[in-house]
């Protein structure tokens, strides 16, 4: 690659880094943020992690049809994915804030007119055609937030605490994407149950307004912005399609996956043993283990580089689904492989999202953050429709063979990254250096 973070690192001087006489101290991520970053940030993940369920939940609701619901929450994913690394890109091109401030003006009117359309005599396509529009629309949240603060770290930490501050960021960004996908179709429940299929819609465009807007006017969305006088510099968009970066979106594939065929077999397998009802607590055990463990990637020996965790935590994810393709329909056997499910899981996703951060080409970070949320999105979106299509057609009992697959090209992308030899390194050398303290979020 002609540009890495490497030289980055070299040229730009962290503000608030130690004086040589080493009176001025080491700033925190937090305080470089601003305390209300972080929580701004989290609560404008949910219109997103509504969005799916909620407009099957309203569709269905509507047009009394499970079927209809279930492409057009199928549709708003594609949008998302197809859309979505262009919002990244525009977002590298002209600066996060007029980027979110039109996607979450679009997305706000389109959650209105989805719930007015789904109740009205359009016909189904006009239907399908606002949701593709909703996922289209959907503002970047997550990619955005991780891009912002990976050139917080790089432009205004000192050197020394940058990798421990990476690792410590992007499991904490991981596990914040983990709790609004948990929560956020639990709002919608409670949303839809307790006052209208319509509510939930209504208040995701509600959350988007508010918080998506002040999520674009924080002072942080700066941080990478052109200035005004400014040529942007980007290296070639080619570099995006180097084997070093394709075999991390090809993980992100394989994550996204993992995600869609688990949760959906899981649930043909407990139905048929007669625990249907259990799906959702049962698939619940996996996200509370993958949430802690991407806290605690911090906490992990500087030297397991980001190679050999893929290799091992992707490797765990393939002996829990081997557990669980195993398990039968016994309960004990299938929470246990869940719970260790999601001690992989959690780890690799923050990995994947840390060698995304060393590998961005110059000025595309935000780009490629997005290009690894729609491949996960994709591949959640298709496992869905697959799995659910195998058990129906050849029962549970082969539909748990799609986790196994899933999970194996999670670690086949894994042993293709360890053989491609040295990449950009600025992120994985610091992470293997044993004089990194310990950072604070």
Avoid: C, K
């Avoid at 991520?29 to 970053?37: E, K």
């Avoid at 080619?238 to 991390?248: H, K, S």
């Avoid at 992990?300 to 081997?322: E, H, I, K, N, Q």
């Amino acid at each position: 690659m002609t540009s890495s973070h490497t030289d980055r690192q070299s040229t730009d001087a962290p503000h608030g880094a130690p004086s040589e006489q080493g009176t001025t101290p080491a700033p925190s991520l937090l305080r470089l943020a601003g305390p209300a970053y972080f929580p701004i940030a989290f609560i404008a993940r949910f219109p997103f992690a509504m969005m799916v369920v909620g407009t099957l939940t309203l569709v269905v609701a509507a047009r009394d049809s499970i079927a209809l619901g279930g492409l057009n929450s199928a549709v708003v994913g594609l949008g998302s994915a197809l859309v979505g690394p262009l919002l990244g890109a525009a977002a590298d091109r002209i600066g996060q804030r007029p980027v979110l401030l039109a996607s979450g003006l679009v997305n706000s009117l389109a959650l209105l007119a989805l719930a007015a359309v789904a109740f009205s005599d359009l016909p189904d396509v006009a239907v399908l055609a606002v949701g593709f529009v909703l996922g289209a629309s959907s503002p970047q949240i997550g990619p955005l937030s991780r891009s912002r603060l990976v050139q917080l770290i790089l432009r205004r930490m000192p050197a020394d605490r940058r990798a421990r501050s990476m690792n410590g960021t992007m499991g904490y960004e991981s596990a914040a994407d983990e709790t609004a996908f948990v929560f956020g179709p639990v709002v919608v429940g409670l949303l839809a149950t307790t006052m209208s299929p319509a509510a939930p819609m209504i208040g995701a465009a509600v959350l988007t307004l508010v918080f998506v807007t002040a999520f674009a006017l924080h002072r942080t969305a700066t941080v990478e912005a052109p200035a005004s006088h400014e040529s942007v510099v980007q290296a070639p968009a080619r570099e995006l399609r180097t084997p070093g970066v394709l075999v991390i979106v090809a993980g992100a594939l394989g994550v996204g996956l993992f995600f869609g065929t688990v949760l959906t077999s899981l649930t043909a397998v407990l139905s048929e043993a007669g625990h249907g009802e259990s799906a959702g607590l049962v698939y619940g055990v996996m996200g509370v283990g993958s949430t802690i463990l991407a806290l605690s990637t911090s906490l992990f020996p500087t030297r397991f580089s980001l190679r050999a965790r893929w290799l091992t935590f992707g490797a765990l994810m393939l002996a829990a689904m081997l557990a669980f393709g195993l398990a039968g329909g016994a309960l004990p056997m299938m929470v246990a492989a869940m719970a260790i499910a999601g001690i992989g899981v959690g780890p690799t996703v923050v990995t994947l999202y840390s060698l995304a951060a060393e590998r961005s080409p110059q000025g595309r970070s935000a780009t490629l953050m997005t290009m690894l949320g729609s491949a996960t999105i994709v591949g959640q979106s298709a496992a869905s429709a697959l799995t659910g299509s195998v058990a129906e057609s050849a029962g549970a009992g082969t539909a748990v063979l799609l986790p196994i697959a899933a999970a194996a090209l999670v670690v086949l992308a894994a042993l293709s990254n360890a053989l491609l030899g040295r990449g950009p390194a600025a992120v994985e050398d610091a992470v293997t250096s044993t004089e990194a303290p310990p950072a604070t979020l």
